[in-house]
Nanobody
Framework: QVQLVESGGGLVQAGGSLRLSCAAS????????MGWFRQAPGKEREFVAA????????LFTDSVKGRFTISRDNFKNTVALQMDSLKPEDTAVYYC??????????????????WGQGTQVTVSS
C-alpha cells in the first residue's frame, strides 16, 4: 500500500510559479513510477507529467512542455512538479499518483494504482 499526500497548491497570478510536492509512504518509493494529473471544473482528469522510478525518464503532456518540470527524491520519498509561466488554463485540482511498476511512465489514469487527495491550483488572469 502507498499513501500519497500532495502539498503546495494555491492562488497565483498568470505568469507566476508554484511547486507542488507529493510525499509517499508505505513502500520502497523507487519501485514506483509517479505521475501528476489534473482535473479542472467540468472537465475530465488529464495527464500532466510522469517520471520513472529511478528518475531517468520523464514524460509531459504537450500543453505544459517547457513550463513544467517533474523531479523526485528517492531518499525523501517525494516527487515534485515545478510549474512556471502558469496560465489560467492550468487551474485545476492536481493529483499525485503512483504506479506499481518502476519502468512504465503512463499517460492513462488506469495505469496508476494509488492516488493522493489532490491540491487546488488557481491561476488568475
Amino acid at each position: 500500500q502507498v499513501q500519497l499526500v500532495e502539498s503546495g497548491g494555491g492562488l497565483v497570478q498568470a505568469g507566476g510559479s508554484l511547486r507542488l510536492s507529493c510525499a509517499a509512504s508505505g513502500r520502497t518509493f523507487s519501485s514506483n513510477s509517479m505521475g501528476w494529473f489534473r482535473q479542472a471544473p467540468g472537465k475530465e482528469r488529464e495527464f500532466v507529467a510522469a517520471i520513472s522510478g529511478a528518475g531517468g525518464r520523464r514524460l509531459f503532456t504537450d500543453s505544459v512542455k517547457g513550463r513544467f518540470t517533474i523531479s523526485r527524491d528517492n531518499f525523501k520519498n517525494t516527487v515534485a512538479l515545478q510549474m512556471d509561466s502558469l496560465k489560467p488554463e492550468d487551474t485545476a485540482v492536481y493529483y499525485c499518483a503512483a504506479d506499481s511498476t518502476d519502468w512504465r511512465i503512463g499517460r492513462r489514469g488506469d495505469e496508476y494504482d494509488y492516488w493522493g487527495q489532490g491540491t487546488q491550483v488557481t491561476v488568475s488572469s
